[in-house]
């Protein structure tokens, strides 16, 4: 079997990993890739972004399976453009892919098939979205439409605050045209819940749980991040919890699915906040997460690729779905100015022990590094996710760290805290205060 993967970061490394692993994969290629997947696959020099050079390259190499990682792609259409040539990908078509496109679709979905979620109004207007925050109760939450690599979210605790953000997203335009519209969604209190599902056209069938750290730094403190690190499993995930979930936000989902007509065969991935009414959707990502794919596919027994292609069957009904009862916990590594502007081009040095923890415990997903002239360097802003795995989140807390200590670069930077307050004793109920790693994020 020959497969394409799309992307170039932790997340497309640790894809590859996990097709690695299938003796039935003979083949895999990526496209960016970094110097981490060129270990694996074979790297094409394709942005992720170019659908046109994709399309004519997959039409050359004729993969069986394609799985894109990153949401721009699949938003962009990639799925329907590969499927004028019969060829499979693992993931949504263009118009299911607005999921995550817009936030202002994605709410009148949720509003449309009573799904919990936040009060929220969309605008176009800066001044009228400036007149509605006045009078809406505070804290608010102010999003950015479309597309912002997870950064185009504020909270506003005050009238200042949210007039500053409606400015920098509607007028500066600091997430370029995602700004175009804006949300203003009232404040959730509760712990926020990573939810992963697989869709086809007739079922979906829940793949996982974790938490993630959106902050760039300890205590949840500073500006938002694509993501600062991960772990699972949750404490919260109950099979009371579980069904709930299920039946409020999954299962109407894939039914907003059949009723929308959306062609969705794919992970699907529900930002949820639980709060003590219940869960609560924040947000829907079209895509495996990041870091979050990162913790969980060290879990799967089942090979990635036959999951992917029971998918794209519409086969997930005779799918046997095996998960290892492990416990992952996922750092990431920063660039030095992440995430305003990183420094690019520090050399890196990794250790001999890197990506093999104590009783292959751990490994070290690559993200935004490149070779030049045999020398690896740093070429983004998340550089790598050390991760570890063992049978409780205190022993796959010291694998991850262990893989960090295997990575030297200057200004590398990264979260001390990724999964501190769990690891020493299990989270309570609702009623207690949440801990701040597991506080409120937009």
């Given at each position: 079997?020959?497969?394409?993967?799309v992307?170039?970061?932790?997340?497309?490394?640790?894809?590859?990993?996990?097709?690695?692993q299938?003796?039935?994969?003979?083949?895999i290629?990526?496209?960016?890739?970094?110097?981490?997947?060129?270990?694996l696959?074979?790297?094409?020099?394709?942005?992720?972004?170019?659908i046109?050079?994709?399309?004519?390259?997959?039409?050359?190499?004729?993969?069986d399976?394609?799985?894109?990682?990153?949401?721009?792609?699949?938003?962009?259409?990639?799925?329907?453009?590969?499927?004028?040539?019969?060829?499979?990908?693992?993931?949504?078509?263009r118009?299911?892919?607005?999921?995550e496109?817009?936030k202002?679709?994605?709410?009148?979905?949720?509003?449309?098939?009573?799904?919990?979620?936040?009060?929220?109004r969309?605008?176009?207007?800066?001044?009228e979205?400036?007149?509605?925050?006045?009078?809406?109760?505070?804290?608010?939450?102010?999003?950015?439409?479309?597309?912002?690599?997870?950064?185009?979210?504020?909270?506003?605790?005050?009238?200042?605050?949210?007039?500053?953000?409606?400015?920098?997203?509607?007028?500066?335009?600091?997430?370029?045209s995602?700004?175009?519209?804006i949300?203003i969604?009232?404040?959730?209190e509760?712990?926020?819940?990573?939810?992963?599902?697989?869709?086809?056209?007739?079922?979906?069938?829940?793949?996982?749980?974790?938490?993630?750290?959106?902050?760039?730094?300890?205590?949840?403190?500073?500006?938002?991040?694509?993501?600062?690190g991960?772990?699972?499993?949750?404490?919260?995930?109950?099979?009371?919890?579980?069904?709930?979930?299920?039946?409020?936000?999954?299962?109407?989902l894939?039914?907003?699915?059949?009723?929308?007509k959306?062609?969705?065969?794919?992970?699907?991935y529900?930002?949820?906040?639980?709060?003590?009414?219940?869960?609560?959707?924040?947000?829907?990502?079209?895509?495996?997460?990041?870091?979050?794919?990162?913790?969980?596919?060290?879990?799967?027994?089942?090979?990635?690729?036959?999951?992917?292609?029971a998918?794209?069957?519409?086969?997930?009904?005779?799918?046997?779905?095996?998960?290892?009862?492990?416990?992952?916990?996922?750092?990431?590594?920063?660039?030095?100015?992440?995430?305003?502007?990183?420094?690019?081009?520090?050399?890196?040095?990794?250790?001999?022990?890197?990506?093999?923890?104590?009783?292959?415990?751990?490994?070290?997903?690559?993200?935004?590094?490149?070779?030049?002239?045999?020398s690896?360097?740093?070429?983004?802003?998340?550089?790598?996710?050390?991760?570890?795995?063992?049978?409780?989140?205190a022993?796959?807390?010291?694998?991850?760290?262990?893989?960090?200590?295997?990575?030297?670069?200057?200004?590398?930077?990264?979260?001390?805290?990724?999964a501190?307050?769990?690891?020493?004793?299990?989270?309570?109920?609702?009623?207690?205060?949440?801990?701040?790693?597991?506080?409120?994020?937009?």
């Amino acid at each position: 079997m020959k497969v394409l993967v799309v992307g170039g970061g932790s997340r497309e490394h640790a894809l590859c990993w996990s097709l690695r692993q299938d003796p039935s994969v003979e083949k895999i290629y990526v496209a960016p890739g970094n110097a981490g997947t060129a270990l694996l696959a074979d790297n094409l020099p394709i942005a992720a972004a170019d659908i046109d050079s994709l399309v004519r390259h997959a039409r050359e190499l004729r993969p069986d399976l394609t799985v894109v990682g990153p949401e721009a792609p699949l938003c962009a259409g990639i799925v329907d453009a590969f499927g004028r040539h019969n060829l499979p990908v693992f993931g949504p078509a263009r118009r299911a892919a607005q999921l995550e496109g817009s936030k202002v679709w994605m709410k009148e979905i949720a509003q449309r098939y009573g799904i919990p979620t936040a009060e929220a109004r969309s605008f176009d207007d800066p001044r009228e979205a400036i007149a509605f925050s006045r009078g809406f109760p505070f804290p608010q939450v102010i999003k950015a439409d479309g597309l912002a690599s997870g950064k185009g979210v504020f909270i506003a605790t005050d009238f200042t605050q949210s007039r500053h953000a409606i400015a920098a997203l509607m007028e500066r335009r600091l997430y370029g045209s995602a700004g175009h519209r804006i949300l203003i969604e009232a404040f959730l209190e509760g712990v926020e819940l990573s939810a992963f599902a697989l869709f086809d056209a007739k079922q979906y069938t829940v793949l996982g749980f974790a938490h993630d750290y959106k902050r760039i730094d300890d205590g949840d403190r500073g500006p938002n991040t694509g993501g600062m690190g991960a772990f699972l499993p949750s404490p919260l995930v109950s099979p009371s919890l579980l069904r709930q979930i299920e039946q409020s936000i999954f299962s109407r989902l894939h039914a907003a699915c059949l009723g929308e007509k959306l062609d969705y065969r794919g992970v699907l991935y529900a930002g949820l906040m639980m709060t003590r009414e219940g869960p609560f959707l924040l947000e829907i990502n079209v895509r495996f997460g990041d870091p979050e794919a990162q913790v969980l596919l060290p879990t799967l027994g089942t090979p990635l690729s036959e999951i992917a292609r029971a998918v794209c069957r519409d086969d997930l009904g005779d799918l046997r779905l095996i998960r290892h009862p492990l416990s992952v916990v996922g750092v990431v590594i920063a660039a030095s100015g992440y995430p305003d502007n990183p420094r690019l081009g520090d050399p890196i040095t990794i250790s001999e022990s890197a990506g093999s923890g104590a009783d292959r415990q751990g490994t070290l997903f690559h993200g935004a590094t490149k070779r030049d002239q045999g020398s690896l360097q740093v070429a983004g802003g998340r550089v790598f996710t050390a991760v570890g795995w063992g049978d409780h989140l205190a022993e796959a807390r010291r694998q991850a760290y262990a893989q960090v200590d295997t990575v030297s670069f200057p200004g590398m930077h990264f979260r001390k805290d990724i999964a501190a307050f769990l690891a020493g004793r299990p989270v309570g109920d609702l009623s207690a205060d949440p801990p701040a790693l597991l506080s409120h994020r937009p």
